[in-house]
């Protein structure tokens, strides 16, 4: 997507527009709980199969009882979140303008939270306070438990929007009288308890409980003594990509999702459930079904991760150094910027939305170590070029709509949307 230099924004959507998409997003959206299922179905440490309606019945064979019941695994994750985020010491960062002038300041401080949750946890699981497998044993409930978060989440915020009476771009309630609509897209942009802002704390929720049940499912596998090579891979991919997120993380505070999607059920289900639970399908697939990649499979892969991580970070980088700062290199060269407002250098002169590319690159890299047996393990792959595709056709009519003439220049001069060459 090109970028504007002053990093402000403006949106233009009709209701029906955003009913419709609304619509078909719950529809497809919903799939994610069997599809993510299937993946623990397959999976014999599990149980065998077993069906959504009973995940909260007892499962012969699953795990004893341990006096740990999954809402008190979620109240303490959130409230640790809650906590660290407040008190522990973190880069204050701006965000981008709003409409009204004001900006949001944001403390980044998410990969010092992530190092010592990982290290307290390691301690406790050390002294025989925790077991390792804790998250794992509970896979199916910790999913629709966290459904069910999301669901009452969504309609807190719902009614709090709607009863908001607040003036500032960040708080002002966007009530369009469609319920799909607003329960979807949410009513306001940046809604906030005690202090904490619960868009960018719920990305960070989702990005640390991704990590945490890779680690609990790495921790399963440790009970088998042959550990395969495609698990190590998986689970080495998502280490580094989630390491990178939080060093990276004043990044996300100029994405889209942050400065313009108000917060609704699609973005609280998505970073709550959609993140943690989808994104480690790979790693239960893998937990129950053994596949040994030859080393040129294995290099290969790891070809495709690094590609896909350079273009991905790469483009985001020079997206956020641009909004920043216009005049910032891109490549040791003066960036090249049509109508004074529009990006055309880098990654940004390749395609119109490079970054799309890393991001398809990387999750095709977390599913390639499975192996071509199942469908299973690249349902997030597909889910994510599908939603790319149409979200790449959205951007592209908003910028046509505000940027008019120059838009049409950039198309010109960068014809290639994802893909070079082909499409």
Not at 129 to 157: A, C, H, K, N, Q
Not at 225 to 245: A, E, G, H, K, N
Not at 318 to 342: A, S
């Amino acid at each position: 997507m090109a970028l504007y230099a002053n990093g402000t924004f403006t949106t233009t959507k009709s209701s029906t527009e955003l009913a419709f998409i609304g619509g078909i997003l719950i529809a497809t959206g919903s799939a994610i709980i069997p599809s993510t299922a299937t993946g623990w179905l397959e999976n014999p440490y599990n149980g065998g199969p077993k069906t959504a309606i009973s995940i909260h019945g007892d499962v012969e064979g699953v795990r004893e009882d341990d006096g740990i019941d999954e809402v008190a695994l979620l109240v303490s994750f959130f409230t640790y979140l809650a906590f660290v985020g407040s008190v522990l010491p973190g880069k204050l960062v701006p965000g981008v303008a709003l409409p009204d002038g004001t900006r949001l300041h944001y403390r980044c401080n998410g990969l010092l939270s992530l190092i010592l949750l990982v290290a307290l946890l390691g301690t406790g699981v050390w002294m025989e306070f925790v077991s390792p497998t804790v998250i794992s044993d509970r896979g199916l409930e910790l999913l629709s438990t966290t459904f069910i978060f999301s669901f009452l989440v969504t309609l807190v915020l719902y009614l709090a929007g709607c009863k908001s009476h607040a003036q500032s771009s960040s708080l002002k309630p966007h009530v369009t009288g469609n319920i799909i609509d607003d329960w979807w897209f949410g009513i306001q942009l940046n809604p906030h308890l005690m202090g904490i802002d619960l868009k960018f704390f719920f990305v960070r929720a989702g990005m640390m409980g991704w990590l945490l049940i890779n680690l609990s499912v790495l921790a399963k596998c440790f009970q088998d003594p042959d550990l395969s090579r495609s698990m190590i891979l998986y689970q080495l991919f998502c280490v580094l990509y989630i390491l990178d997120y939080f060093f990276y993380e004043e990044y996300m505070t100029s994405t889209w999702d942050i400065i313009a999607e108000r917060l609704g059920f699609m973005l609280v289900f998505g970073d709550l459930v959609w993140i943690p639970f989808t994104f480690s399908i790979q790693a239960w697939w893998l937990l129950g079904n053994k596949v040994e990649l030859t080393k040129a499979a294995a290099i290969a892969n790891c070809f495709v991760f690094i590609i896909g991580y350079l273009v991905f970070r790469g483009a985001n980088k020079q997206k956020h150094d641009f909004k920043k700062n216009p005049k910032v290199l891109i490549w040791g060269r003066p960036p090249k910027v049509i109508g004074g407002k529009l990006l055309a250098s880098g990654y940004w002169g390749i395609a119109r939305h490079s970054n799309y590319l890393g991001d398809l690159l990387v999750a095709l890299s977390f599913s390639l170590p499975c192996g071509i047996s199942s469908p299973v393990p690249y349902f997030y792959p597909l889910y994510l070029l599908i939603l790319l595709i149409w979200r790449e056709r959205r951007d592209e009519s908003r910028c046509a709509e505000k940027y008019r003439e120059v838009w049409a220049e950039y198309c010109k001069l960068v014809p290639w949307r994802i893909l070079p060459y082909i499409y």
